[in-house]
């Protein structure tokens, strides 16, 4: 029996393991690995291309000694392979398919970005990425020791520096587009937007449901459709803009607090393309609160303090890119890829709950503040 049995298709025998971690570490002569053990990596959250998280711990052993390893393996694979993907009809699968860009994170692991990231920011070191079958691939990371601290004004406006140094870093400009991705904006819209979002907008039963109805009112749906109904324009007004590298998902479940590193470590690179500048903010702000971990609070004031920090870290990077273009680029990509899609849907058949009342009510909120964010920046 092979120890790593329990990774299933990203299983490797101990001989394997041990040539992994001795080339990962630059060692020179034989080594070998002892008491491994394998366990499930626990994770409330949903991932479409996320098929497995487990943690491997052990003892390498070399001709200088022994030293313990621990490392976290993620098992990513395309969207036609989630259980989830029987929920997509059969006529849209193929868009469905395409417009989620699972290669991404294993190129951006086999790529240089580690050493490009700027100056408090890292991302985990790659052990290995291994290629499983044309739809999948085992990426094997160092395991992180993440601490639990709070995220704060001043926590969260550090990351917004971080992020619009990232945007604007020379040095990470020519990965920008390391997954080889072509998904924009407009396939946004072609694919989820056009085919769930929209139609779910325009659903009077969902608009019926108590969840909604308590939370979200007229005037608010009113503005939801009206801005569904001018999607293509707004696309193409922030297509238009300057497109800097983004992380794309750059919630705070994302930018990790390690002990040992000051800064943030940034995990899952599944979006990372370049994006219209600003466009990482929007999770920023919001990612906590949309999965209820979070209220909504202040987002205006929020957002005015991460967008000034995102503006000077592009400045310290030499990226002159106006405010006023950021705050633009920020307020389209925000209400596209999250204000229209702010009904809490995937909860309309749970059982009533004062947490989940809750969570309408902030996910209202997070509508009122896009659509309130894109008439403030218009221009003309």
């Known amino acids: 029996m092979v120890a790593t049995d329990a990774l299933g298709p990203a299983a490797v025998d101990d001989d394997e393991l041990a040539r992994m971690l001795a080339a990962h570490l630059a060692l020179d002569g034989p080594a070998a690995v002892r008491d491994v053990e394998v366990s499930e990596f626990a994770y409330d959250l949903v991932a479409i291309t996320t098929r497995s998280r487990h943690l491997v711990r052990g003892t390498l052993v ?8 621990r490392l976290f393996v993620k098992v990513v694979q395309a969207w036609e392979r989630s259980p989830l993907f029987a929920q997509v009809p059969e006529h849209l699968r193929a868009v469905a398919a395409a417009g989620v860009p699972w290669r991404t994170e294993p190129l951006a692991y086999r790529s240089d970005l580690a050493h490009r990231l700027p100056a408090g920011l890292t991302m985990p070191a790659a052990i290995a990425v291994r290629d499983l079958d044309d739809l999948s691939c085992a990426v094997w990371l160092e395991e992180l020791d993440v601490v639990d601290e709070p995220w704060d004004g001043h926590r969260s406006t550090r990351a917004a520096r971080l992020l619009g140094r990232l945007s604007g870093s020379p040095r990470v400009a020519p990965l920008a587009g390391v997954g080889g991705v072509r998904f924009t904006l407009r396939d946004y819209r072609d694919g989820r937007l056009a085919h769930q979002v929209v139609p779910m907008l325009r659903d009077d039963g969902v608009w ?15 503005r939801l459709l009206e ?3 001018r999607a293509g324009e707004l696309v193409e007004e922030a297509m238009a803009l300057p497109h800097l590298p983004a992380h794309g998902d750059a ?21 990372w393309m370049p994006m219209p500048a600003g466009a990482d903010l929007g999770q920023l702000l919001v990612g906590d609160v949309q999965t209820g971990r979070a209220p909504a609070g202040d987002l205006a004031g ?10 000077a870290g592009l400045r310290e990077e030499g990226c002159d890119v106006p405010a006023e273009v950021v705050a633009r680029g920020h307020a389209l990509h925000h209400l596209l890829l999250t204000g229209l899609s702010s009904l809490p849907s995937e909860h309309l058949g749970a059982e009533p709950s004062p947490a989940l009342t809750a969570l309408a009510r902030d996910r209202a909120a997070i509508a009122r503040f896009c659509l309130d964010r894109v008439d403030e920046t218009a221009t003309g």
Do not use: I, K, Q
């Open 208 to 222: 019926r449901h108590p969840l909604v109805a308590d939370a979200f009112d007229a005037d608010l749906r009113g």
């Open 302 to 311: 929020r957002d005015a303090a991460h967008r000034a920090a995102y503006v």
């Open 62 to 69: 070399t001709s200088e000694g022994e030293r313990p390893f």
């Open 227 to 229: 801005a569904a109904g």
């Open 251 to 271: 919630c705070p479940n994302n930018l990790l607090a390690v002990r040992g590193v000051d800064g943030f470590v940034l995990v899952d690179y599944g979006y």
